[in-house]
């Protein structure tokens, strides 16, 4: 993925989109299940939806309140992550850089700036969530959280947001990288090229996906626990600890798994597909020339 970035960055943020939107109710379960917040009783077709999977339910229940900008954020941001952190990677290796520099620096670098960038809206459609609230969309949840904690409440939990972005997209692209140079490239010449390849990627980006969405779940843990409780990260810690013990680590784990491994997952798969279609029909017209 890494030589063609600089001449794709249409395709990463299409990808990026895509991945976001389809995302959007499964992030929307694990930031009600991660925050602990408390889900009233819900009922569909009649019935009482046990409270076990009810974040899950509510994820995909309207109103989606919040969803524009939630998939706003996602998009813009993990786009910049990939697409800079490919790109950077290139760069790096053509200035004479080792390969676990190339890989680690961008993301690291990228990632911690994208976060605190996009943390205001990270809050505020969190916030948004949560039912005690009732607040109808992500202007409110803003005006909410400044008229309460003032223009740095929009910044609170951004320490444990970095701490959970950087690790998680650093983990992810490095994953991306080592699988891309160790798993078997498809032979153009096989007539099963164009699902080896799919199967290829798909391998190659569940594995990323996964990776940086366990790595980091306690951290998503703390950091959406801040912004309910206001807390400062050490308190949050405390809190949590007394209250959960370490179990606290994996609390929303499945809900994050899905809602974080899917959308990263299919950031990068999308992402190879695209690319490689571009290539695919450029390619084409170059013969046809």
């Known amino acids: 993925m890494g030589p063609a970035a600089k001449e794709h960055p249409k395709q990463y943020f299409a990808a990026s989109a895509l991945a976001s939107a389809l995302g959007y109710p499964l992030w929307r379960a694990a930031a009600i299940g991660q925050s602990g917040f408390q889900m009233n009783s819900l009922q569909v077709g009649g019935m009482t939806v046990p409270r076990a999977v009810t974040p899950y339910v509510y994820g995909f229940l309207p109103p989606y309140k919040g969803m524009a900008a939630t998939v706003f954020g996602m998009t813009w941001a993990r786009a910049a992550i ?8 290139d760069v790096l290796l053509s200035q004479g850089y080792s390969k676990s520099v190339a890989t680690v620096a961008p993301p690291l670098a990228v990632s911690a700036m994208v976060q605190v960038m996009n943390q205001p809206i990270v809050r505020s459609t969190v916030t948004l969530q949560d039912p005690k609230y009732n607040l109808p ?3 409110s949840s803003i005006r909410q959280i400044y008229s309460t904690h003032g223009v740095f409440g929009l910044w609170h939990g951004t320490t444990a947001g970095i701490l959970k972005t950087v690790p998680k997209y650093v983990t992810a692209i490095a994953i991306k990288d ?20 799919f199967y290829r990627s798909i391998i190659k980006s569940a594995t990323a996906g996964v990776a940086g969405a366990a790595l980091t779940n306690p951290l998503d843990v703390i950091r959406n626990e801040q912004f309910k409780t206001q807390l400062g990260i050490r308190s949050t810690v405390k809190h949590l600890w007394s209250e959960m013990g370490p179990k606290f680590m ?18 990068i798969f999308f992402t190879d597909l695209f690319v490689q279609r571009s290539i695919d029909e450029n390619n084409k017209q170059s013969l046809a020339n």
């Not at 990939?82 to 990677?89: A, I, N, V």
């Not at 080592?178 to 390849?197: H, Q």
């Open 137 to 139: 969309n992500v202007f």
């Open 250 to 267: 994996i609390r929303g784990l499945g809900k994050n798994m899905i809602a974080v491994a899917m959308p990263v997952g299919m950031t």
């Open 178 to 197: 080592i699988m891309e140079e160790t798993l078997a490239k498809p032979d153009p010449s096989s007539p099963t090229y164009e699902s080896d390849r």
């Open 82 to 89: 990939f697409w800079m952190s490919d790109y950077g990677h």
